[in-house]
């Protein structure tokens, strides 16, 4: 017996699916620089640095930067997983949030610091 699919549910159409795949990639790495700050910045404010305030600057900028990747990955997998749910949408919408989520850390450590 093969699964059956609603009648509803239409695949995501290939182009849409390749957007989807360029911008929660370009996201991912901006996520990852970001992180990679925001670990330097730790870091460098337990040593009591000075460098911790480039740090920190440098990475809310790379967040700053990467949150219009990051909330067009989270619009197209919204858009995505309301079509039918597929992994692609998935990891946009959760590279999204993670992005937004590492820049409002971001700015309660600036704020804080």
Known sequence: MS???PVTARPLPAPLRVVTIVFTVL???GLVVAVALV???LV???DASEDAAWYLGFSVIAS???VVAAVVALVLGIVGLRRVRNRVSLAAVL?????????VAQLII????
């Open 3 to 5: 699964p059956t699919v």
């Open 27 to 29: 996201a991912s790495i």
């Open 110 to 113: 600036a704020a804080t610091a």
């Open 64 to 66: 700053v930067l990467n």
């Open 95 to 103: 590279v999204g949030a993670a992005v937004l989520l590492v820049l």
């Open 39 to 41: 670990v330097a910045t």
């Open 44 to 46: 460098a404010l337990g």
